[in-house]
């Protein structure tokens, strides 16, 4: 098993390689969106080099979940519900939702996508 610097590492360079940013841009706390620029089409690419670059298999939707805003229930006035925090949760254990659920602000789940989320991430999928 590979530690959380040598996976830290290969996620960063995976990074480099499909979003076309310098190696000192991508830092632990670096947002996929914010802070790289990476769209909606990057995330099946960066899920196409994560699984290569680690052996491993990403089922469709588990690392970038989809239709987070279908359920009335989980949003109201611009925010998260506690039932909507209670399904992010469950969708991204291992996302920091800590600063989030001070201020549930739908504009800001993107932020939750850190390269240190994406590094949490490849550690669980390697250890099971």
Do not use: C
Request: hydrophobic share 40%; aromatic share 8%; proline share 5%.
């Amino acid at each position: 098993m590979p530690t959380n610097d040598e996976i830290y590492a290969k996620v960063q360079s995976t990074l480099v390689d499909a979003l076309g940013v310098d190696e000192d841009e991508v830092t632990r706390d670096s947002t996929l969106q914010g802070d790289l620029g990476a769209e909606s089409i990057d995330f099946l690419d960066i899920v196409f080099r994560l699984e290569r670059n680690f052996g491993i298999k990403i089922p469709r939707g588990e690392l970038f979940p989809e239709n987070l805003m279908a359920d009335p229930e989980w949003i109201a006035d611009g925010k998260l519900t506690a039932k909507g925090v209670a399904e992010l949760k469950g969708r991204l254990p291992f996302a920091d939702l800590s600063k989030f659920e001070a201020d549930p602000d739908v504009e800001r789940i993107g932020d939750l996508y850190t390269v240190d989320m994406l590094v949490h991430y490849v550690q669980s999928k390697l250890a099971s």
